[in-house]
């Protein structure tokens, strides 16, 4: 089963395994970092396609909004595949934030992907609100962000903040902190 239960909050996280490729290094003898996504693109859709045949669960229709990569260990050609932990951090009025960590075969994380999902109408095309039923889903997979307090996810959809500047950066950052309302 892919789906891997953790005992701190009686929610789960999802795995899954990809093979590492010749292709799939720089000149350098590391993981492009374009490939990341890939992997995060191809765990995400195992992720979905679990909940849907092993838990019998529909999945909410939504697009990615923003993503954000973090590289702490380079993965090398002695590593022959990646594991990928797929979970839930942060859950909005109208999106959530998936994380993703890839590991190599001694656990190191070799990076994180945090993805900004917004719940999305099928026929209009246009973002929704969550309805109850996709917030009792989502929950299934929520493990809160160890960095933060568990208050911080519900402070983040009713505190508005924006700078009187701000460059491109903080204009993105700000754009996707709305979206978690």
């Keep these: 089963m892919p789906f891997i239960l953790n005992e701190d909050t009686g929610t789960r996280r999802h795995t899954c395994h990809r093979e590492l490729r010749w292709s799939d290094f720089d000149q350098y ?6 490939k990341y996504l890939e992997f995060a693109q191809d765990a995400k859709m195992n992720f979905l396609k679990d909940v849907l045949l092993e838990l019998d669960i529909a999945v909410p229709p939504f697009f990615v909004r923003h ?15 990646v594991a990928v932990d797929t979970w ?32 999305m109408d099928p026929i209009t095309g ?12 989502l929950r299934l997979f929520y493990i809160p962000d160890e960095a933060e307090e568990p208050d911080d996810a519900v402070r983040a959809e009713t505190v508005e903040e924006k700078p009187k500047h701000s460059t491109g950066a903080e204009t993105r950052a700000n754009r996707s902190a709305e979206a978690l309302r």
């Design 29 to 34: 003898q590391h993981v492009n970092n374009a």
């Design 67 to 81: 993503a954000t990569i973090d590289y702490p260990h380079p993965l090398s050609p002695g590593e022959a595949e």
């Design 88 to 119: 839930i951090t942060k859950i909005g009025q109208k999106s959530c934030v998936m994380r993703q960590e890839m590991k190599d075969s001694i656990g190191r994380v070799a990076t994180i992907v945090d993805t900004v999902m917004v719940g």
């Design 126 to 137: 246009k973002s929704r609100a969550w309805t109850d039923e996709d917030i009792q889903h």
